[in-house]
């Protein structure tokens, strides 16, 4: 059976069943699932969609349709009262509700249309009332509030600006800090690791170092890499690296060419 | 204050704001009762009932508007550039018809009854002032609820929501009835062909 | 057409085009003669006229417009008043009080005593008119100096300026010096902020 149904546009899979059904002139609690099923799958197949949300929409219907051809081949299953359920059931309920929303929205836009011919006015009200504004009732507006009040007020938030202030470091100049000092680093380092044949990175950091300072000490381990006399380790991200020296009888130093300016 | 003289005034308001009015801030603005209010506003609908009167006074739940009547309007398209009337799509058409019914409604329920995804249809309705968000349901993921606005009740002719247009009773009853025998129902002739799969 | 029709038909019409028509334009839209043109007119204003009506009908020289009558203007302003709540708020009392005991000042001082824009504040107290504009400073940019009002003094019970309880002087020479040194302090930890490190 050919159907030409392929240039009707379809609100969704509802829509398309529905259209099937009634053009198949089956009732709506008695539908022929392999015909319509059929009819449905063909529909799909010569869908001129790319869109795969619309597209998706179709195929879920259609699984659903061809879950319900399986179920109907299987013995019925008996439900507590004892009644054999259709495997259509649900999907009927489906179909109607659907049909009574179609249905009623086309009862809606003959309403709308009626309800076209009625006109309503733009305000015109002058402009003058518009502008209008109340006098402002001091009395109401100033309420309870007094000279000491807002004397208060005024205080109270100029100590409250006062405490934003830190009493301490507001009165410091201007301080600048020294960049870190690259020789001392490095000499820092060389006697640490002369005196230790293995360390963890974090041991050469003096103190808590800023992100400079790290950097710098950084920059001196891969430098000592790179020249063959330490080699690191770490087990795993984020550990610390284990620093060893490769030999311990050679005194620790880098070449003339290694420099950080 | 007389039934006569609040009957004016209501008119003369109603006449000026153009845009609806609230029965209470009718009543707010002239001092008077409910009861007193609406036996004005009797008054003024008997008068626009009248054949000599192209005006008609509208209701819309607890709102008054005036309004041109019906038959005037060839004549005013004449004259009155009518504001472009948007044309819902039947797509749009069934979501509104889902939310009028049902309302409040999410969007969840929407698709659910449609079958298809309703963000374009919402977004539409939103646009046009027709559906607005009415609060959130009381479930997972709080999810927004839709319901009908006052212009929806305008563009589409309805005093109230139980003014809605209804299903034919008839048709209805009929439906229930053949859904209920279809449950007992059995029918052979749909499993006799073979099943066969391809997408 | 009939009389009584073409009243309503020019009442729909004069209530929707809200601005005048002239008869001319009517007798062409309706397609009928003057005389039958002004036969319906003077209907409409005999109903106009009856006590019922809140409208009228104003003839300027060949034009036609409705109006609402005169006796509805009081209420008018009840329906587009916006309920103003004349309140003052936190920050508008500490703006106010700014004002009042630093004036003249400009927004920039106030909004550094503040530490929060005051734009709002400095609107509403301008709108209850109890702060004024009283100047420019004489300062790049020119900025505005605001000062309280007549009015500022009338509604706080204050003769006069010199009037105001004043803030102990030391108060306000520490928090001055306080100020300044906060300002240098932000300048330069902003210029810290940059780490220059080039290897």
Same mark, same amino acid.
């Given at each position: 059976? %050919?159907?030409?149904?392929?240039?009707?546009v379809?609100?969704?899979?509802?829509?398309?069943?529905?259209?099937?059904?009634d053009?198949n002139?089956?009732d /709506?609690?008695?539908i022929? #699932?392999?015909? $319509?099923?059929?009819?449905?799958?063909?529909? #799909? *197949?010569? =869908?001129e969609?790319?869109? =795969?949300?619309?597209?998706?929409?179709?195929?879920? =219907?259609? @699984?659903?349709? $061809?879950?319900?051809k399986?179920?109907?081949?299987?013995?019925?299953? !008996?439900?507590d009262?004892?009644?054999?359920?259709?495997?259509? @059931?649900?999907?009927?309920?489906?179909?109607?509700?659907?049909?009574?929303?179609?249905y009623?929205?086309?009862?809606?836009?003959?309403?709308?249309?009626?309800?076209?011919?009625?006109i309503?006015k733009?305000?015109?009200?002058?402009?003058?009332?518009?502008?209008?504004?109340?006098p402002?009732?001091?009395?109401?507006?100033?309420?309870? =509030?007094?000279?000491?009040k807002?004397?208060?007020i005024?205080?109270?938030? !100029?100590?409250?600006?006062?405490?934003? /202030?830190?009493?301490? *470091?507001?009165?410091?100049?201007?301080?600048?800090?020294?960049?870190?000092?690259?020789?001392?680093?490095?000499?820092?380092?060389?006697?640490?690791?002369?005196m230790?044949? +293995?360390? %963890?990175?974090?041991?050469?950091?003096?103190?808590?170092?800023s992100?400079?300072?790290? #950097?710098?000490?950084?920059?001196?381990?891969?430098?000592? $890499?790179?020249?063959?006399? !330490?080699?690191?380790?770490?087990?795993?991200?984020?550990?610390?690296?284990?620093?060893?020296?490769?030999?311990?009888?050679?005194p620790?130093?880098?070449d003339?060419?290694?420099? $950080?300016? | 204050?007389?039934?006569?003289?609040?009957?004016?005034l209501?008119?003369?308001?109603l006449?000026a704001?153009g845009?609806? /009015? %609230?029965?209470?801030?009718?009543?707010?603005?002239?001092?008077?009762g409910?009861?007193?209010?609406?036996?004005?506003?009797a008054?003024?609908?008997e008068?626009?009932d009248?054949?000599?009167?192209g005006?008609?006074?509208?209701?819309?739940?607890?709102?008054?508007?005036?309004?041109?009547?019906?038959?005037?309007?060839?004549?005013?398209?004449?004259?009155? +550039?009518?504001?472009p009337r948007y044309?819902?799509?039947?797509?749009?058409?069934?979501?509104?018809?889902?939310?009028?019914?049902?309302?409040?409604?999410?969007r969840?329920?929407i698709? +659910?009854?449609r079958?298809?995804?309703?963000?374009?249809?919402i977004?539409?309705?939103?646009?046009?002032?027709?559906?607005e968000?009415?609060? *959130?349901?009381?479930?997972?993921?709080?999810?927004?609820?839709?319901?009908?606005?006052?212009?929806?009740?305008?563009s589409?002719?309805?005093?109230?929501?139980?003014?809605?247009?209804?299903?034919?009773?008839?048709? #209805?009853?009929?439906?229930?009835?053949? @859904?209920?025998?279809?449950?007992?129902?059995?029918?052979?002739?749909?499993?006799?062909?073979?099943?066969?799969?391809? /997408?």
């Amino acid at each position: 059976m %050919s159907i030409v149904v392929r240039l009707q546009v379809f609100e969704g899979p509802l829509d398309l069943l529905l259209h099937l059904i009634d053009k198949n002139k089956v009732d /709506i609690y008695d539908i022929p #699932i392999v015909e $319509i099923t059929e009819q449905y799958m063909d529909y #799909i *197949r010569n =869908m001129e969609t790319e869109d =795969m949300n619309i597209m998706s929409e179709f195929l879920v =219907m259609a @699984a659903t349709l $061809i879950d319900i051809k399986c179920k109907m081949l299987l013995p019925k299953t !008996v439900n507590d009262e004892g009644e054999e359920e259709d495997p259509r @059931a649900e999907l009927v309920q489906k179909l109607l509700e659907y049909k009574v929303y179609k249905y009623m929205s086309y009862e809606l836009k003959d309403r709308q249309v009626d309800a076209a011919r009625a006109i309503f006015k733009q305000p015109t009200i002058p402009k003058e009332i518009l502008d209008y504004k109340e006098p402002v009732d001091y009395e109401k507006l100033v309420g309870d =509030m007094t000279l000491k009040k807002l004397n208060e007020i005024f205080r109270s938030m !100029v100590k409250r600006q006062e405490d934003k /202030i830190d009493p301490i *470091r507001s009165k410091f100049g201007n301080v600048k800090k020294d960049e870190v000092p690259l020789e001392a680093k490095q000499k820092h380092i060389f006697t640490y690791l002369s005196m230790h044949s +293995k360390c %963890s990175f974090r041991q050469l950091l003096e103190r808590q170092g800023s992100k400079l300072e790290i #950097i710098v000490s950084f920059l001196v381990v891969l430098e000592l $890499i790179k020249v063959g006399q !330490v080699k690191i380790e770490q087990d795993n991200l984020f550990d610390d690296i284990i620093i060893t020296r490769t030999n311990e009888n050679m005194p620790i130093g880098l070449d003339a060419d290694f420099a $950080i300016v | 204050m007389e039934t006569v003289k609040l009957a004016s005034l209501v008119e003369a308001l109603l006449f000026a704001q153009g845009n609806s /009015i %609230s029965i209470d801030k009718l009543c707010e603005i002239f001092e008077v009762g409910k009861k007193e209010l609406k036996a004005a506003v009797a008054l003024l609908k008997e008068k626009y009932d009248k054949e000599d009167s192209g005006i008609e006074l509208v209701e819309l739940e607890n709102n008054l508007q005036l309004a041109t009547k019906a038959f005037a309007y060839d004549y005013l398209t004449k004259l009155v +550039k009518n504001a472009p009337r948007y044309v819902l799509s039947d797509s749009v058409l069934e979501t509104l018809s889902i939310v009028a019914y049902k309302q409040p409604v999410t969007r969840a329920e929407i698709e +659910k009854i449609r079958g298809v995804s309703c963000d374009h249809a919402i977004n539409k309705l939103l646009e046009y002032e027709l559906i607005e968000e009415v609060g *959130r349901l009381d479930a997972p993921g709080k999810p927004l609820l839709f319901g009908t606005t006052e212009q929806f009740l305008r563009s589409f002719g309805v005093k109230s929501l139980t003014d809605l247009p209804q299903m034919n009773p008839e048709i #209805i009853e009929e439906f229930k009835e053949q @859904a209920a025998s279809e449950a007992t129902e059995i029918k052979e002739d749909s499993m006799n062909s073979d099943i066969n799969v391809d /997408i």
